[in-house]
């Protein structure tokens, strides 16, 4: 049974978001003192021609406020293998990169070593989103792993897709 009510506090917005399942990518920037990022599940396909891309980032990041004004930045999509990688990026502080390997974007920002995709990026538009910014991005060069697979996130957990056999 589906059920409603009229009020949507933040635990009702919650409760019903986390059904919905997103990929899990990594926006990482190549700041003046070496790499940074964070996990971001919000990211969005926005236009084909020209090629946008798009997220939101929460007014409390940490390390947004240091990559917005470098002005460009990757968006590594992780695979089924990523759970840990996400898990690093989604704490604030420290430094994220330890013990991981990448290397530069053709625009220069890390690419994560094992990453299923990323989309090498600059910042289009930065518009409010009530508690979070909606960054808008050009693409100027993306790549895939087509045999990966990618890590999904829903009911505040890991997962991993199913193909059904037909
Ligand atoms: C699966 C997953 C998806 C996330 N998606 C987002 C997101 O879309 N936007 C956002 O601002 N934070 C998102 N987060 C939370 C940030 O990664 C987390 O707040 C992180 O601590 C921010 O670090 P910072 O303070 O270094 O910016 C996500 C975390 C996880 C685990």
């Not at 989604?90 to 013990?99: E, H, N, R, T």
């Not at 990448?102 to 625009?107: C, E, G, L, Q, T």
Request: with cysteine; charged share 20%; hydrophobic share 40%.
């Amino acid at each position: 049974m589906v059920t409603g009510t009229k009020e949507v506090t933040p635990e009702k917005f919650r409760d019903v978001l986390r059904h919905v399942p997103t990929g899990v990518t990594v926006v990482s920037a190549l700041a003046p003192d070496g790499p940074v990022g964070l996990a971001v599940g919000s990211f969005v396909s926005v236009s084909l021609e020209p090629p946008l891309v798009g997220f939101f980032v929460a007014k409390t990041s940490t390390t947004w406020p240091r990559i917005e004004p470098l002005g460009r930045f990757c968006v590594n999509v992780l695979g089924e293998d990523g759970e840990a990688v996400s898990r690093a990026f989604a704490v604030s502080g420290g430094d994220k990169f330890a013990g991981l390997d990448w290397r530069h974007s053709p625009m220069g920002s890390p690419v994560l070593d094992g990453a299923l995709a990323w989309f090498d990026c600059t910042a289009h538009q930065v518009s409010e989103a009530g508690d979070h910014v909606f960054v808008l991005a050009d693409v100027h060069d993306l790549s895939v792993r087509p045999a990966g697979r990618p890590l999904v996130f829903c009911h505040g957990t890991y997962q991993r897709l199913v193909t059904r056999k037909a």
